[in-house]
């Protein structure tokens, strides 16, 4: 069965402390990863694709990578406005898209 | 440029009603994506309309059911609503996929706040 696993369900930060979020996937044929970013009572904000492992891709404080089993989303140097939820996505073969319930992450000034 | 738009922001409704969201995308968009999103759950697939059809659907029961008009705006229609129904109902366009081996990012609409009561 297609899945996705986000680790942690939780995570706080000091201002300025870098981590990663995890987003572990297992789907039959990987048209495309994605993550997002989602504030409270607000739709996802688009941050990455990613399309096949050893791809990266950078966004101001944010870097995506993939693997064949998982994806990582490295946040570097955080800022209190990157208190959001982050959410993982993955369409498989038969097109169909599957979410993970997303990392919540609160910096802490 | 306009983003995804979505109409009504919140509907308050009793069980046993039907409800209607609507959908616009963005310009150039013609593929459509419902997804609801309830409290403590992550976003599940709803829908796919591309080019006016149907595409794919989730694991949900033919009471949530939907079109897509020739201006590739889209409407999202639940029946005999239940209690349980109550989430956010989130709309998402991207370029057309058709036969693309590359999948379009997804841009995604504020949402539709349904409460079932």
């Known amino acids: 069965e297609d899945q996705v696993t986000q680790s942690p369900e939780a995570l706080r930060l000091q201002e300025g402390e870098s981590s990663s979020l995890n987003c572990s996937y297992t789907?039959?044929?990987?048209?495309?990863l994605f993550w997002y970013r989602q504030d409270p009572g607000k739709g996802p904000e688009f941050l990455f694709t990613?399309?096949?492992a050893g791809e990266e891709k950078e966004k101001e404080r944010l870097k995506a990578t993939l693997t064949k089993k998982e994806s990582f989303l490295h946040i570097t140097a955080p800022k209190p406005e990157d208190s959001a939820t982050y959410l993982c996505?993955?369409?498989?073969?038969?097109?169909?898209?599957?979410f993970g319930k997303g990392t919540r992450l609160h910096i802490l000034p | 440029e306009a983003g995804v738009t979505q109409s009504p922001t919140h509907l308050i409704k009793t069980r046993g009603q039907q409800a209607t969201l609507r959908c616009s995308p963005i310009?150039?968009?013609?593929?459509v994506y419902w997804y609801q999103q309830a409290l403590g759950l992550g976003l599940q697939f709803l829908l796919w309309?591309?080019?006016?059809?149907?595409?794919n659907r989730g694991n949900f029961p033919p009471r949530f059911s939907g079109r897509q008009f020739p201006n590739y705006s889209s409407e999202l229609n639940v029946n005999a609503l239940e209690l349980e129904d109550s989430a956010l109902y989130l709309c998402?366009?991207?370029?057309?996929?058709?036969?693309?081996?590359?999948?379009?990012?997804?841009?995604f609409g504020p949402g539709t706040r349904l409460t079932v009561l």
């Open positions: 998402a366009s991207s370029l057309g996929s058709g036969l693309v081996v590359r999948t379009d990012t997804q841009y």
């Open positions: 789907v039959s044929g990987l048209r495309g």
């Open positions: 990613l399309y096949s």
């Open positions: 996505a993955v369409q498989a073969r038969d097109d169909k898209i599957i």
């Open positions: 310009s150039g968009h013609t593929s």
């Open positions: 309309y591309d080019e006016g059809e149907e595409r």
